[in-house]
């Protein structure tokens, strides 16, 4: 269903202790096993909703836009992009729906300033990405 990720960055970090988490994030990818991959994308898209958030209820509309625009890409760039329709047949089409549908929602709560939008984005795939921590969890350790 999910073809191999590629590293790229999300987003861009200045200052010293940035540099160090970005190193930290880049050498975790290099290590990381496919399912890692998506596992981690996973996680930098709640992690950008929450910046969002956060963002939002301070007025931070700057803030607000790049953390939305890190997940639209988390999600297009990251998620949609290795998803594998040969192999994943229907379940593959299903989720290039959904995140198809998670683009256009973040979209909608950027231009709405609209928090229950972002509410809507992560109860979306957080079901995902809990059942993509289970299928992990019973892989063997040479999948992992």
């Given at each position: 269903?999910?073809?191999?990720?590629?590293?790229?960055?999300?987003?861009?970090?200045?200052?010293m202790?940035?540099?160090?988490a970005?190193?930290?994030?880049e050498?975790?990818?290099?290590?990381?096993?496919?399912?890692?991959l998506?596992?981690?994308?996973f996680?930098?898209?709640?992690?950008?909703?929450?910046a969002?958030?956060g963002?939002?209820?301070?007025?931070?509309?700057?803030?607000?836009?790049?953390a939305?625009?890190?997940a639209?890409?988390?999600?297009?760039?990251?998620?949609?992009?290795s998803?594998?329709?040969?192999?994943?047949?229907?379940?593959a089409?299903?989720?290039?729906?959904?995140?198809?549908?998670?683009?256009?929602?973040?979209?909608?709560?950027?231009?709405r300033?609209?928090e229950?939008?972002?509410?809507?984005?992560?109860?979306?795939?957080?079901?995902?990405?809990?059942?993509?921590?289970?299928?992990?969890?019973?892989?063997?350790a040479?999948?992992?």
């Amino acid at each position: 269903m999910f073809t191999s990720a590629h590293s790229s960055p999300f987003g861009r970090a200045g200052g010293m202790a940035s540099a160090y988490a970005r190193v930290g994030v880049e050498t975790s990818v290099e290590a990381a096993s496919p399912h890692r991959l998506i596992a981690l994308l996973f996680d930098g898209y709640m992690d950008a909703l929450a910046a969002a958030r956060g963002a939002l209820r301070q007025g931070q509309v700057e803030a607000k836009g790049k953390a939305i625009s890190r997940a639209a890409r988390i999600v297009d760039e990251g998620l949609k992009a290795s998803l594998n329709f040969a192999e994943g047949g229907q379940l593959a089409e299903d989720l290039r729906s959904l995140y198809e549908y998670l683009a256009l929602r973040l979209t909608q709560a950027n231009l709405r300033n609209d928090e229950s939008i972002l509410d809507e984005c992560v109860s979306l795939v957080e079901p995902l990405r809990a059942a993509w921590r289970e299928i992990g969890s019973r892989a063997p350790a040479h999948a992992n």
